[in-house]
């Protein structure tokens, strides 16, 4: 079956960075749109970003742009968010979807498969 596995969530301070990673098994890695997404307390779950097979074509959120970077491994079936310039409003469980399609989008419902999430917090 489809697993998605995210790791590298952490405790940090406003300004730092982390990387996030998504290893994806059970699926063909390339036919799916790879997305994040995050869920803060008290809050719906939040379009973060999405790439295409190819890495190239993505999509971010207003909130994000400029300071994260989604990017995928095909060869190895794994997708990572480099988060940068870190703000305490990131702090939220960050979760990783994969979408069987070409055409990105942002909605939560038209995403197939979802990990369990991974928490980051930052710290101001």
């Known amino acids: 079956q489809v697993q998605l596995v995210e790791t590298g969530g952490g405790l940090v301070q406003a300004g730092d960075s982390l990387r996030l990673s998504c290893a994806a098994s059970g699926l063909t890695f390339s036919e799916y749109i790879m997305g994040w997404f995050r869920q803060a307390p008290g809050k719906d779950r939040e379009f973060v970003a999405a790439?295409?097979?190819?890495?190239?074509?993505?999509l971010y959120a207003e909130s994000v742009k400029g300071r994260f970077t989604i990017s995928r491994d095909n060869a190895n079936n794994t997708v990572y968010l480099q988060m940068d310039s870190l703000k305490p409003e990131d702090t939220a469980v960050y979760f990783c979807?994969?979408?069987?399609?070409?055409?990105?989008?942002?909605?939560?419902?038209?995403?197939?498969?979802w990990g369990q999430g991974t928490q980051v917090t930052v710290s101001s």
């Open positions: 979807a994969a979408r069987r399609s070409t055409v990105i989008v942002m909605e939560t419902t038209l995403y197939d498969y």
């Open positions: 790439a295409r097979w190819n890495g190239v074509n993505t």
